[in-house]
């Protein structure tokens, strides 16, 4: 199972990506509410690739 990527509870995520330690992934992380992310591994993959997110402050 893949480590979700989160945002502290005063902010927003405004971008998710998955990154993959080994080739490219072909996938968008898929968003838990507003202020986090995750990402699966594709068919074949060992592991899965590592949510990453930018987070603002809320206003």
């Known amino acids: 199972m893949a480590k979700a990527a989160m945002c502290a509870v005063d ?3 405004v971008s998710a990506t998955c990154m993959s330690k ?3 992934v072909d996938e968008a992380a898929k968003t838990i509410g507003d202020n986090g992310a ?5 068919s074949g993959q060992a ?3 590592e949510a990453v997110i930018l987070c603002t402050k809320r206003q």
């Open 22 to 24: 080994v080739g490219s």
């Open 11 to 13: 902010e927003v995520m």
């Open 47 to 49: 592991d899965a690739p």
């Open 38 to 42: 995750t990402c699966d591994a594709q």
